[in-house]
Every structure is written in C-alpha cells, then in structure tokens.
C-alpha cells in the first residue's frame, strides 16, 4: 500500500504542474490540490485498481466526483470570483475547463499508474500465472 500512496502523490503533484501549466490555477494550489487527490484516491481506490485499464475507470469516475464536489469545497481557493447559484447552464459552462483538467491530469494519469503498480505487486505475489488457451477451454462440471 505504501508504493501506491507514493505514487499517487507524486503523479497527483506532476498533474498539478500541469493543471497550472494550462493556467487553470495557480501553482501552489494546483500541487497541493494533486497531492490531496493522488493521496485520497490511492486510499479509497487503492485496493480496487487491480489493472491499468481499472484504474482509468476509477480515475476518471473519481476525477468526475471530485469536480462536482468542487464548488462547495475547494473551489473557492482556486478561482477567486465566485460564481454565481441562479445561472446553473452558465456555472457548468464556466467550470467545465475544470473538469477536462481534472480528468486529463488528475484521473486519468493516477488511475494508469496505480493499476500498473497494483497489477506488478500482484503478478509479483501470484506468482505470474500466465493466460493459457488449454486451461481457458476446459469446463469443470460436477453433478
């Protein structure tokens, strides 16, 4: 479990570079605001991300929970005008940038990650059982 938090912040925080690199928030706050995400998505999917392709499911549905929990959380430290409650087509409008961010640099790139580490620790204590055809074709039946 260690290796999967270690690598939750580390590619959280290369995503907050880069979610400030596409000036969507300032730097500090893009690091720290990846940090929290790779840190809070490697404890809560950490154990059910068994594959790459797993985990970018679980990223991005994850990057999608995290971007409609944003307005009432997290929002207001990353744009400093407040968007207003009435004009609800204009607040999606207005934060949909956020979510192609947070899935591009924060879901996506976390959920590949931790299912590459999931799934080498996994080969790893199975023992590498490969995929065989012969095994595949066999159907076990018991009356």
Do not use: H
Request: proline residues 6%.
């Amino acid at each position: 479990m260690n290796r999967a938090i270690v690598c939750g912040i580390s590619v959280g925080a290369g995503g907050g570079v880069l979610l400030s690199l596409a000036g969507l928030a300032t730097p500090i706050v893009s690091i720290s605001l990846g940090c929290i995400f790779g840190s809070i998505f490697s404890l809560i999917a950490g154990r059910r991300v068994n594959t790459p392709g797993g985990g970018l499911l679980w990223g991005v549905a994850f990057a999608l929970v995290f971007w409609l929990a944003d307005p009432a959380t997290i929002g207001r430290l990353v744009r400093p005008v407040p968007l207003e409650l009435t004009p609800m087509l204009d607040n999606v409008r207005a934060r949909f940038p956020y979510l192609v961010g947070y899935i591009l640099f924060f879901g996506a790139p976390l959920g590949i990650c931790l299912g590459t580490v999931r799934r080498l620790l996994t080969l790893q204590q199975v023992g590498a059982e490969k995929f065989g055809l012969s095994r595949a074709a066999l159907a076990r039946t018991e009356a």
